[in-house]
């Protein structure tokens, strides 16, 4: 046989004659899995193996008490806070920027250059402290001056995510750290701005 008819034998062998079997896969999926079968399935895949359709989503069992249980809201951080406590509101307010804030202005308060302005020696940017709440709560939009440099961004609001409390302590916090000595921000001044 010459070598030509060899490979085209050879590659019509695997393109069609040396197809494996997959019946028992078939048997397994459908003894291990029975509810891949069912009619009720938001997604559905084929096997390419097995050319069988299986259900690619899991099976939930969704009992009453799951739908129909009212869940606990999450405990409030500032039921306990005494907000003319300067160390806890500092506490809280280091928490809170740490979840909201330091990942663009960073944990030093220093920003990102030309991307995000600083927090550290930025007293003059936010300026008074329902001007510095007002910044928080509604978020800022488009180009800013900070210390000499500008930015153009969007910082987002966070009104509607932090409480009073949580925003005047956060405020507090950068007022007061990383060398800065602005004051403080009462949850008071926060209402104001709302």
Known sequence: MNRFLLLTLAGSMLLTGCQRSYGREDAAVAKNYPHQREA?????????????????SPKVDLTYEMISKPQAPAADRTADIDVNDKAQMMALGEEVYGEVCAACHQANGEGVAGTFPPLKGAGSYYGDAQNHAKIIVNGLNGEIVVNGVTYNGAMPPQGGMLNDIEIAAVATYERNSWGNADGDVTPEDVAAIR
Do not use: F, N
């Not at 895949?45 to 069988?52: D, E, F």
């Open 40 to 56: 009720t399935c938001p997604s559905w895949l084929v096997s390419h193996k097995t050319g069988q359709r299986y259900c690619a």
